[in-house]
Nanobody
């Protein structure tokens, strides 16, 4: 059974930084990443890192967010810098298993406000 435990959300002013963490148990992964969902919008994948270390970033976060992983701990991190009002959303950790299934965490709220 795959379990994803997220932490690190919170409130910050524009221009601030937050770091999200997600620890996976019960599975090896093909890739892990982060998606976000703001009220009234569909969930979008913002960053992803594969088992070989290659990364993906959406255009909206490129240059501001950095995804990294610690394979030994089964943990993926999302360092978010220069946060903007439009980054406000619930952020969900995603694990893509080798057998093709996507698993999502419970979500953590990130609020950027002045």
């Amino acid at each position: 059974q795959v379990q994803l435990v997220e932490s690190g959300g919170g409130s910050v002013q524009p221009g601030g930084s937050l770091r999200l963490s997600c620890t996976a148990s019960g599975s090896i992964f093909k890739s892990m990443g982060w998606g976000r969902e703001a009220p009234g919008t569909e969930r979008e994948l913002v960053a992803d890192i594969s088992s070989d270390g290659s990364t993906y970033y959406s255009d909206s976060v490129k240059g501001r967010f950095t995804i990294s992983r610690d394979n030994g701990k089964g943990t993926v991190y999302l360092q978010m810098n220069n946060l903007k009002l439009e980054d406000t959303a619930v952020y969900y950790c995603k694990l893509h298993a080798p057998w093709g299934t996507d698993y999502w965490g419970q979500g953590t709220q990130v609020t950027v406000s002045s």
